[in-house]
């Protein structure tokens, strides 16, 4: 019963962003809403879960865009949600081979990102993770060439 709670609510979150847009017939053309709402998530009903998988890893570098435009500067400062938007990163790079969109296979703004979560970041232990962060996608991305 649990589990169709959960996928129940993944499944709200998830055609909510797709859906809702602040002005009609305009495309949020980051996805900064789909984004946020996988932000907001508990990560547990992240992992596991297939369908949200799949589209995290098509995603790429058009995670970061859809954080960048879907959060303000305190939003991502605030230490949970920046590990949470650290563990959709790297799921984003986990499997390069699907990213779907040739110009989302190169991180340029998630480089961009990462460095300003980690210049403005003064947790050692987050900064640390976004140094790894930083590590694993730019790994992910050799492998893609």
Same mark, same amino acid.
């Given at each position: 019963m649990k589990s169709y709670i959960v996928a129940a609510a993944i499944? =709200?979150?998830t055609f909510a #962003? &797709? /859906? $809702?847009s602040d002005t009609p017939g305009v495309e949020d053309c980051y996805? /900064? *809403?789909l984004v946020r709402s996988w932000v907001e998530l508990e990560p $547990? =009903?992240?992992? #596991?879960?297939s369908f949200l998988e799949k589209a995290i890893y098509r995603s790429g570098d058009r995670i970061a865009l859809g954080v960048v435009h879907g959060f303000t500067e305190?939003? &991502?400062l605030d230490p949970s949600r920046a590990s949470r938007i650290l563990s959709i990163i790297r799921l984003s790079f986990s499997q390069? *081979?699907?990213i779907t969109r040739s110009e989302d296979k190169h991180p340029a703004v998630t480089r961009l990102l990462l460095s300003f979560l980690k210049h403005q970041c003064e947790d *050692?232990? &987050?900064k640390q993770k976004i140094v790894d962060t930083e590590m694993y996608v730019s790994s992910q991305?050799?492998?893609m060439q």
């Open positions: 499944l =709200m979150f #962003g &797709l /859906a $809702s996805d /900064a *809403k $547990s =009903m992240l992992q #596991g879960n305190d939003e &991502l390069p *081979k699907y *050692k232990e &987050l991305v050799r492998v």
